[in-house]
């Protein structure tokens, strides 16, 4: 979920109030990043009974920017959380995510599927990480 906190961040930075002086811009800029990754972890652990996650992340971020900013901002929130949305409401169509919990994509000698939990931010355990290799190279 890291990347679509971030994408989000990378949005919206750069609209951060530039009448501020540097230190309250440092401020928000850590405010909004630690909102923006708050809301992803939430919708992350609990994607089924986040309601609104994009008009809650707006609502909690939106001070830090000017007026004329607003528009802009709520867009860009509303874009970069539905698009992890999407992702997460793949996953768990995909039975990827099983209450949460993240499994091995790869499927076992026997044809099971691998219940192992896969390495951070990849879709494969320890042992099957060969299997993921071009994204790795990517
Ligand atoms: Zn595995």
């Given amino acids: 979920m890291y990347q679509y906190s971030r994408a989000i961040y990378r949005s919206v930075k750069d ?26 972890e939430r919708l992350a652990n609990d ?14 971020i ?15 929130v509303h874009a970069g959380v539905n698009a992890a949305t999407t992702f997460i409401e793949e996953q768990i169509e995909a039975g990827a995510l099983d209450g949460g919990v993240a499994r091995c994509r790869a499927t076992t000698r026997k044809g099971k599927p691998c219940q192992r939990t896969p390495l951070p931010e990849r879709d494969y355990c320890p042992s099957h990480q060969h299997l993921d290799r071009s994204k790795v190279a990517a």
């Fill in 15 to 40: 609209l951060i109030d530039p009448y501020g002086d540097r230190e309250s811009q440092i401020e928000s800029r850590r405010a909004v990043l630690f909102a923006c990754e708050h809301t992803m």
């Fill in 47 to 60: 994607p089924l009974y986040f309601a609104k996650p994009d008009r809650a992340l707006f609502q909690d």
């Fill in 62 to 76: 939106r001070r830090h920017f000017p007026i004329t900013a607003q528009a802009e901002v709520a867009w860009a």
